[in-house]
């Protein structure tokens, strides 16, 4: 089999286009979750802690160095959030999943003896109508 064939075969293969689609969403998820921190929670945050801009927390290190620590909390207040919505998603998943595996559990198969029986059963009531 040719490298080519193979590489076909494994890219249109469902899970290999799923974690494709995923991780766009996940990266147009992240910028609105970006923007959600910048822009909407750390004003307000700010404003609590007297009029304090976060991304303008800096520790100079020289006249060209810096360390940002504004944008690092707002790094992980973005963190925070986005790791937030990953685990509720995976916990409705997960819950529904367990629904699913219930449902399917309560209601089994009809063995070949029980569908053969229920067979028998409609063509004796059948001939009792006749």
Known sequence: ???????????VKGNVI??????????????IV????????????????????????KIALGES????????IQTIVDFLIISGAIFFAIKIINRMKKKEEKAAEKQ?????????LAEIRDILKSRQGN
């Open 1 to 11: 089999m040719s490298i080519t064939k193979e590489f076909k075969e494994f890219a």
């Open 18 to 31: 799923d974690l494709a689609v995923a991780v766009v969403v996940g990266a147009a998820f992240a910028k």
């Open 34 to 57: 970006s923007s959600l921190v910048s822009d909407i929670v750390m004003p307000p945050v700010g404003a609590l802690f007297g009029g304090v801009n976060f991304t303008e927390i």
């Open 65 to 72: 160095a810096t360390i940002n620590i504004g944008n690092f």
């Open 108 to 116: 089994p198969e009809p063995t070949k003896e029980e569908i053969l």
